[in-house]
């Protein structure tokens, strides 16, 4: 009888932990060969064609990145299904995260991949250019880990750039 009530109570907080993580897709930092490259796969509704998810998506680029100042580029291949943004994000008044966001959609669901991560700040040196670094030298675990002085600037960029992602992931996901 214990086991039997330890058991479903054990099930009860792994389903609710599940539950209430449903629009966190990254809580880490994954370094692929030697790049941070954020990488999750969102899975299509049944019946949804790879035409129909993609035009959500596109009109889901278009409404949230046409105009903005903060992008780079916008890349559609129709054929391929696939969007590419080269944007900028403001994290405070000091640092700016570059980044590419690569999506594609297949029959099955949506991939987003966010790689080519920079970060810009504006720091106190005497510089007039500003300091410009990259996100395996920021975020990943070995960095965050090293200490030092900037310790507690590459954490909150860190927290900052996962907040910003599954706020990226949720919108996408929202579409399907």
């Given at each position: 009888m214990?086991?039997i ?40 509704e ?42 900028k ?82 919108e996408?996901?929202?579409?399907y």
């Amino acid at each position: 009888m214990r086991k039997i009530f330890l058991t479903i109570s054990l099930f009860t907080v792994i389903l609710f932990s599940v539950n209430g993580q449903s629009d966190v897709a990254f809580n880490s930092v994954p370094v692929v060969n030697g790049k941070v490259v954020f990488e999750y796969f969102i899975l299509t509704e049944a019946g949804v064609t790879p035409e129909q998810g993609y035009s959500k998506l596109q009109k889901w680029v278009r409404d949230k990145y046409r105009g903005s100042q903060m992008v780079s580029g916008i890349r559609f291949d129709e054929k391929g299904h696939f969007i590419t943004v080269s944007a900028k994000t403001n994290f405070d008044n000091l640092t700016t995260m570059n980044y590419r966001l690569d999506t594609s959609v297949t029959g099955a669901g949506c991939m987003i991949v966010v790689r080519d991560i920079t970060y810009q700040s504006k720091g106190n040196d005497s510089s007039f250019f500003p300091k410009v670094v990259t996100a395996e030298q920021t975020i990943t675990d070995q960095a965050v880990n090293s200490g030092g002085d900037e310790k507690k600037y590459r954490e909150g960029v860190r927290t900052a750039t996962l907040s910003f992602l599954n706020e990226i992931y949720s919108e996408i996901k929202s579409l399907y």
